[in-house]
Structures are given as C-alpha cells and as structure tokens.
C-alpha cells in the first residue's frame, strides 16, 4: 500500500516568499504529525493534527508558520516570509491512531536562498 | 523538559563487529522510547521500541533495553553488516500530554566497512 508522501520533494524559494509544503498521509490516519529537520540534529515536532483539527500547535516557531487540515486527510504546511532559518527538511507523518507507529514520509528539503 | 542524548558519529565498524550506539533520556513522566533508522536516500523508519521499563525491543538482529534506572535505551548488535550503514535516531514519547509528539536525539551515523 502507499506510504505517507511528501511534496515537492525540493524547494528552493527566495527570501520573504511564500511557500506551502503539502502531506498526503496513509489512507485511514486520524493522526498527522509535522517535524523539521536542520542538519545533523534529530526532527523537532511542529505541529500535530488528530482528525481535521489542530490538536497542539506548540512546537511550531512563530507565527509566519500554519498548517492546515481541512479534510482530515491531506495537509498543507505554509511558511510566509520565508528566512534563511527556515531551511531545513520538513517531515509528515501519519498513525492510525495517536500513540501508534508513525510513519513517515521523505521529507520536503526547503532551502532559503 | 523532556529530552533524548545520544552518542555522537560517526561510528565507524568492520562487518561482524559489536555494536553498541548510546542513549539516554529525560522525561517527567513515564515515556515510551524507540529508534528509528534513516538509511541513504530513505525517509525514517521505526526499527524497534520499548513502552515500559524492563521491556526489550528487537528487530532485524537489533536490541535495546528500557532501563528506568539508569535512565537508558542503548541499542546493540551483535554482528553488524554493511547493509547496516545508516542514520539512528533515539526518540521518546511522554504519551499521554505530549500527544505522542516525538522528541529525538540528534542521530548517530554508523558507517560499516567491509
């Protein structure tokens, strides 16, 4: 069956551009989760979905940075005004249920130019 | 807060060699830990995990125990092959108020040598 995938798989954007980085989950996944990966260091949670909602938004850095949901199923990580520091690989994963296996999904690597 | 320390790479092996790559946590509650593979050009991949203390998880050969008092998850192999030239990844998960978010450890490059 079809894994969590990722796309674009590359995007290189100017600063101060809009971008927005879509996450198609395993068919049937209530949770969807968010991280960012700079180099050399371990994913760090972004955001976390449980059906269509926003169930904790915490990790995410500041408020040029939303995500969204809106059928449960796909979602859409956007990033205004892009920095320099937002480059980094933006991975999506997806479980059945929270507390499950997350699976994940390649990644989008983001460069800021 | 929570948070995971792992040893730093690269770990460089012969094939059939130990292996031993260290981890350690910290956790206000009573968290569950895993590891997580990222092989060249692949996205993550759980490799095994461990939801209380005492528990060992195991796959593909791999093994690491959940020890609550040395607050620990180190993951060993007995033989290690090239194939097993990767990305490893310590993470915790202190369900039930993190909602499951997934907080890791830097990642330790293993590099095997035939």
């Known amino acids: 069956g079809a894994g969590v995938s990722q796309t674009p798989s590359n995007k290189v954007t100017e600063k101060g551009k809009y971008v927005e980085l879509r996450c198609d989950p395993i068919?049937?996944?209530?949770?969807l989760y968010w991280y960012r990966q700079s180099l050399g260091q371990g994913p760090e949670f972004l955001i976390y979905f449980q059906g269509t909602g926003a169930a904790d938004d915490s990790g995410l850095p500041n408020d040029r940075f939303f995500a969204v949901r809106p059928e449960g199923s796909v979602s859409t990580l956007k990033i205004q005004r892009t920095e320099r520091g937002d480059s980094a690989v933006y991975l999506c994963?997806?479980?059945?249920?929270?507390?499950?296996?997350?699976?994940f999904g390649p990644g989008t690597r983001l460069t800021v130019t | 807060g929570n948070s995971v320390t792992q040893m730093e790479g690269p770990v460089t092996l012969s094939e059939e060699a130990f292996l031993t790559i260290n981890c350690t946590y910290t956790a206000t509650g009573y968290p569950s830990l895993f590891w997580y593979v990222q092989y060249p050009g692949e996205g993550l991949q759980l490799l095994l995990k461990?939801?209380?203390a005492d528990d060992k998880g195991s796959n593909k050969g791999f093994e690491a125990t959940y020890r609550k008092e040395t607050t620990s998850f180190h993951l060993e192999k007995g033989s290690v092959q090239v194939s097993d030239s990767a990305v490893y990844f310590c993470?915790?998960?202190?369900?039930?108020?993190?909602?499951?978010?997934?907080?890791w450890g830097a990642g330790t490059k293993l590099i095997i040598k035939p």
């Open positions: 993470a915790l998960s202190d369900q039930p108020d993190s909602n499951y978010q997934l907080i």
């Open positions: 461990a939801t209380k």
């Open positions: 068919s049937g996944h209530t949770a």
């Open positions: 994963a997806s479980s059945s249920q929270p507390g499950y296996e997350q699976y």
